[in-house]
């Protein structure tokens, strides 16, 4: 039974072992991974307030709370995207490129494709540069998948290493 | 990046509506169409950099609904929605006349209780 009782997340659980709990969702678009606060109603309706750390990024399936009676994943939702299907690493890295130019994150889907969310003044920029390469399909976009280069970032690790 | 003026324009056109309440706004709800040329994860993380420096909108809400494209018909005198990029309707008919997917707008505004 669901009582009205508002459920606040703000920090993720060590996860228990799972004790035939209910399953319920926090339902997100794939461009909501990043907030820290969201207050919405999970999928069976209960009441979630969530309060993140910064850092922590909800992947699909993340445990963000357990009790007894229930356990609460976050699932993403798939969503239009512009794919790229190529083995051919030149076209890929000139994707990689162009996409990156504009801050936008790109998410290796399988080994010949990469993905990112459709917009629909960049889907026919890239069509007439990348042809048929370039293709609209459902997926969902998990950050798991984001495909990461900050050269920068992996430098700034080893300066605070020494 | 040109994403955080949009995120510091939205919060001074609030400023500017609400002058008195403003800083009382609990949750924002941005609608962005598919051709509106701004990408709502980049508003998004932009938000979320804003409210790291202005501390006292750490507990406000930023909501972004995408809309889809719906273009027009003057055939079939009615509106279809654009899916996977085809500006076709049923009936076969091409359309780029387009009646929704190029805004970018505050559609809510919660404040606090
Ligand atoms: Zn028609």
């Not at chain 1, 939702?77 to 994707?95: D, I």
């Not at chain 2, 501390?55 to 889809?68: A, H, K, Q, S, V």
């Not at chain 2, 027009?72 to 359309?95: A, N």
Request: some cysteine; overall charge negative.
């Amino acid at each position: 039974m669901l009582n009205n009782e508002v459920i606040r997340i703000d920090r993720l659980p060590v996860v228990q072992p799972l004790n035939n709990q209910e399953e319920d969702s926090l339902i997100l678009e794939w461009y909501e991974v990043n907030r820290t606060i969201i207050k919405r109603e999970s999928a069976a309706g209960r009441m979630i307030h969530l309060d993140k750390p910064s850092s922590a990024v909800l992947k699909q399936g993340l445990v963000i709370y357990q009790d007894e009676i229930c356990v609460i994943r976050i699932f993403i939702k798939p969503c239009t995207c512009m794919v790229l299907q190529s083995s051919n690493m030149e076209m890929v890295g000139l994707f990689c490129f162009d996409v990156g130019n504009r801050h936008l994150p790109i998410y290796m889907i399988d080994d010949h494709k990469i993905a990112i969310a459709y917009d629909g003044r960049l889907f026919p920029a890239l069509q007439q540069k990348y042809g048929a390469s370039v293709t609209l399909a459902n997926y969902r976009l998990d950050p798991s998948q984001i495909i990461n280069c900050y050269g920068n970032i992996y430098e700034q690790n080893i300066k605070t290493k020494k | 990046m040109h994403e955080i003026a949009i995120v510091k324009d939205i919060f001074k056109t609030l400023e500017q509506a609400y002058p008195e309440t403003y800083e009382n706004i609990a949750k924002i709800t941005i609608e962005a169409g598919l051709l509106c040329n701004v990408q709502p994860i980049l508003i998004q993380n932009a938000f979320e950099a804003f409210v790291l420096e202005e501390t006292r909108f750490r507990e406000t809400e930023l909501e972004i609904e995408l809309l889809p494209i719906i273009a027009y018909c003057k055939q079939c005198t009615s509106q279809f929605e654009v899916r996977f990029h085809k500006f076709v309707c049923v009936c076969g008919q091409p359309s780029d006349q387009i009646v929704q997917g190029e805004e970018l707008r505050i559609s809510q505004v919660i404040f606090k209780d």
